[in-house]
């Protein structure tokens, strides 16, 4: 029934052109390939955020109890990414059909909605920010302020990116363009703040912490500014290529941006741990300065 009805919209789809809210992947067909590179990076999204979760949720003994709502932060961002992420890929999967007389994926009765996205990373950019609070030393009066800061500009950012993306097909380098450098602003705002706050942090962070926060704060900066390179995509072309590679690069953000920021940020927390006597059967070598990494040698 579906894909009889989709097969019956005429070729051009003029209803198209006259959508003021409308995203990439519905104004192109997709060869098979390029739709199962889609469904396919999809699934890994949210399979691999189901994934941390069970490793947050069986991780959390590893910090001392002080660090633990972090590592609940973790928990609580994996699943609504992997939730939203599901979400997003099944409003993929239900929105086209295939289309045996032109072998190509087209519409079906239902259109694509991009919009999960942004709306996960409502609840995850927020919390995201201010997880690394917990490992850092902030004194306790300016704690709320620092949440209010970038809190607020982290969700003022999405905001304003949610709105962009709407124009991504009818006007993408003029609405698109400047709702993006207006969610700029926020961003920098932000950036200049956990940049600043985490620069201090290498300071004082004991042992192995240091190090750790040293690497979050680059891969910090390259995740992040990857999230405005998949953005800024359907500037440069409205093909089914470019959706594919909007998509990977999602992905690969969100993989470092919330599944590998977090684990690092648990080493740190773990580092933090072991330096304040917290017994952390396996990872003792984390309070040292230069630890080594552990070498396992078996028997022969
Ligand atoms: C937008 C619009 C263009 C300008 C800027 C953007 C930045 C987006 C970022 C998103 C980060 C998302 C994360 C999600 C985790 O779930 C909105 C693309 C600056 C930085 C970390």
Do not use: C
């Not at 209803?15 to 990439?24: G, P």
């Not at 609070?133 to 003022?156: C, H, Q, S, T």
């Not at 040293?214 to 500014?225: A, D, E, G, P, T």
Request: aromatic share 16%.
């Amino acid at each position: 029934m579906r894909s009889e009805r989709s097969l019956r919209l005429p070729p051009s789809l003029p209803w198209k052109a006259a959508s003021v809210m409308w995203n990439l992947e519905n104004a192109v067909t997709f060869s098979p390939v390029q739709f199962d590179l889609i469904s396919n990076i999809l699934t890994i999204g949210y399979a691999a955020h189901f994934a941390g979760l069970a490793y947050f949720v069986l991780s959390r003994k590893n910090v001392a109890p002080r660090y633990r709502a972090m590592t609940t932060m973790s928990v609580v961002v994996m699943l609504s990414a992997a939730l939203l992420l599901l979400r997003l890929d099944l409003s993929f999967t239900n929105a086209f059909v295939f289309d045996p007389a032109s072998g190509q994926y087209v519409l079906g009765d239902a259109t694509f909605s991009h919009g999960y996205r942004y709306l996960n990373w409502l609840i995850d950019v927020p919390l995201l920010l201010t997880q690394s609070f917990f490992v850092l030393n902030i004194a306790k009066r300016d704690l709320w302020g620092y949440r209010f800061k970038l809190g607020g500009a982290g969700a003022l950012m999405v905001v304003l990116g949610y709105v962009g993306q709407f124009f991504e097909v009818v006007d993408p380098l003029g609405a698109l363009l400047w709702w993006g450098i207006a969610a700029t602003v926020p961003f920098i705002y932000f950036t200049a703040i956990f940049w600043r706050l985490t620069g201090e942090a290498v300071g004082y962070l004991p042992g192995q912490a240091a190090k750790t926060m040293k690497q979050i704060r680059v891969l910090f900066m390259f995740s992040w500014n990857l999230y405005i390179v998949a953005y800024v995509v359907p500037m440069f072309s409205i093909s089914a290529n470019a959706a594919v590679t909007r998509t990977y690069l999602f992905t690969i953000a969100d993989v470092l941006s919330k599944i590998i920021y977090g684990v690092l940020l648990g080493k740190v927390a773990t580092a933090r741990s072991v330096a304040e006597g917290f017994e952390v059967d396996g990872y003792e070598y984390l309070a040292e300065d230069d630890a080594p990494t552990p070498v396992v040698t078996s028997r022969s």
